[in-house]
T-cell receptor, first 109, second 114 residues
């Protein structure tokens, strides 16, 4: 079966750096996405990786290794507003999105 | 309207009742989707539509139906609601012809079936 694994919850300190990992086993691969979802709100797009390597976008970076079925989202200079759930999703060979359950990130002052 | 609008925001419904969740987008996206989100689970696709006039079944279609009469609207109907359909429902849209095919989500509809 297809599976996306990510930690259920993580805690970090304001101003610090946190890395949220995502591993996947899917039928084919056509891109990996990270979305941010604040409590009670809609998911919003953060990043897209289709080739191996690091994509940087301001304080957020996303890394992909297709051979290892692995990605991470790196958040730098954490702010209280970064408290949210982070969803990893993979597009499979049928171009369907497979979603992880999300990682709830708690930022402490 | 900017983006995707869903209605109602929340609803409490008696089991056995019929319910339609509305979704409208103004981005002229060709593809639209309905997901449900339950605690501890990833988003699960209920139905999708790649273009007006066509629909397809997702991972969890049973008990739900959709229609896509035009580009902008994609309503989701529960013909006879059951408690297991208690969930948060998200409508999304995308330009599936673009490279990344990024989804834009509505604010969600929280449905409780008693």
């Amino acid at each position: 079966g297809q599976n996306i694994d990510q930690p259920t919850e993580m805690t970090a300190t304001e101003g610090a750096i946190v890395q949220i990992n995502c591993t996947y086993q899917t039928s084919g691969f056509n891109g990996l996405f990270w979305y941010q979802q604040h409590a009670g709100e809609a998911p919003t797009f953060l990043s897209y990786n289709v080739l191996d390597g690091l994509e940087e976008k301001g304080r957020f970076s996303s890394f992909l290794s297709r051979s290892k079925g692995y990605s991470y989202l790196l958040l730098k200079e954490l702010q209280m507003k970064d408290s949210a759930s982070y969803l990893c999703a993979v597009r499979d060979s049928n171009y369907q999105l497979i979603w992880g359950a999300g990682t709830k990130l708690i930022i402490k002052p | 309207i900017a983006g995707i609008t869903q209605a109602p925001t929340s609803q409490i419904l008696a089991a056995g009742r019929r319910m339609t969740l509305r979704c409208t987008q103004d981005m002229r996206h060709n593809a639209m989707y309905w997901y449900r989100q339950d605690l501890g689970l990833g988003l699960r696709l209920i139905h999708y539509s790649n273009t007006a006039g066509t629909t397809g079944k997702g991972e969890v279609p049973d008990g739900y139906s959709v229609s896509r009469a035009n580009t902008d609207d994609f309503p989701l109907t529960l013909a006879s609601a059951v408690p297991s359909q208690t969930s948060v429902y998200f409508c999304a849209s995308s330009d599936s012809r673009s490279g990344a095919n990024v989804l834009t989500f509505g604010a969600g509809s929280r449905l409780t079936v008693l």
